[in-house]
Nanobody, 128 residues
Framework: QVQLVESGGGLVQPGGSLRLSCAVS????????IGWFRQVPGKEREGVAC????????VYRGPAKGRITISRDNAKNTVYLQMNSLQSEEPAVYSC?????????????????????WGQGTPVRVSS
């Protein structure tokens, strides 16, 4: 059974950093696009980053663009989301998602329904 398990969330002060991890099993990162989404309770998921299969190209979306970096370690079957200079915002759950057929294009927004597999999410709160 395909699994994506997020970790690394928590409470961080404004200006701080967090690195989220998405450990995947039963599929290979080389053949799947992996995206990160954030969701504030009661609101829609919004895509923040995607790393494509094969070429590993990346796409970023939203106000955090420029302060976040998505990367992957194929040997560990893990995708990371490094978030720096975090700003105070509503608490949100960050989830990773995977899909074998998707290519995240630079001129298209990240759409949650495009991704087939999802993790449970990890909560992030930026507050002093």
């Amino acid at each position: 059974q395909v699994q994506l398990v997020e970790s690394g969330g928590g409470l961080v002060q404004p200006g701080g950093s967090l690195r989220l991890s998405c450990a995947v099993s039963r599929f290979t990162l080389d053949y799947h696009a992996i995206g990160w989404f954030r969701q504030v309770p009661g609101k829609e998921r919004e895509g923040v980053a995607c790393i494509n299969r094969s070429d590993g190209s990346t796409v970023y979306r939203g106000p955090a663009k420029g302060r976040i970096t998505i990367s992957r370690d194929n040997a560990k079957n893990t995708v990371y989301l490094q978030m720096n200079s975090l700003q105070s915002e509503e608490p949100a759950v960050y989830s990773c998602a995977g899909d074998p057929d998707l290519y995240c294009a630079d001129d298209r927004r990240l759409v949650a329904s495009d991704f087939h597999y999802w993790g449970q999410g990890t909560p992030v709160r930026v507050s002093s």
